[in-house]
């Protein structure tokens, strides 16, 4: 039974698969509620094994599980049984991209909501304790408060990681990417007028950052989408996370042929 769904949840992490495990915690009243009971899910939300008997808390786990699956994140959760409630734990098995955010402003906010929805596995960072808050970053899963850049170096950071950087005046913006600029991150993005863009890159190439790690950051970050918001920056922003992920120039998806008149639609659809 159980050992099954175990054996199950292991084949899905040696391939590298998303899978969300939901075990039954406690029980009130409903006898079909036994702790220990479990639901697989594999990475399309499809119920994979299960061993919870009481057919409305299934159905609740199941739904709530698909939730937390796509949206990367586990949880505790009350729900309702057949007869009475039961508190089952989600957890949520993910290879998914992360991102890290340095910073906890407006900016920062807007970007976390949309890669909230895009799936990503998100820690914020800063050290100020007053936005670095669990009421404004609900499902990130790490909220890092302290010193940026010694959290920087304590972070796993690989290929499927994109960092962006949107301290509170930009005022360790530059600090924290130093410490990051040897990393194997795929995307580094800086909020940055001109004028800092300017000084960043003087800055690093004196102390003999190579080119080639110079030409992968993103300063200033987003595409040129126009718009100066904070939801309009970060739009832009994990827009362009986006495109460097699938390898994309970030251009207009419709193709306009003057000669013929016709607009045609990008393979991609």
Known sequence: MEANIMRLLAAK????????????????????????????????????????????????????????LNQGFSRRVQLEADDGTAEVFINVFSHGDRLIIVGSGNVALNIYRIAVILGYRISVIDNRAETLTRERFPEARELLLGDIVDILGKLEINETTSIVLVTHHHEFDEVALHAIIRSSARYIGILGNKYKVTAYFSKLDEVGIPQILLDRLHIPIGLDLGGQKAAEIALAAVAEMQAVKYGRSGGFVVLQHDAKGIIERDELF
């Not at 094994?49 to 299934?58: A, K, P, S, V, Y």
Request: net charge negative; proline share 2%; aromatic share 2%.
């Open 13 to 68: 992490q040696d391939v590298g698969e998303d899978a969300a495990l939901v075990t039954v915690i406690s029980a009130n009243k409903s006898r079909a509620c036994r702790p220990g009971a479990m639901l697989l899910l594999d990475q399309f939300g499809e119920m994979i094994d299960n061993t919870i008997e009481d057919g409305l808390l299934r159905d609740n786990a199941l739904k709530q599980a698909r939730i937390c």
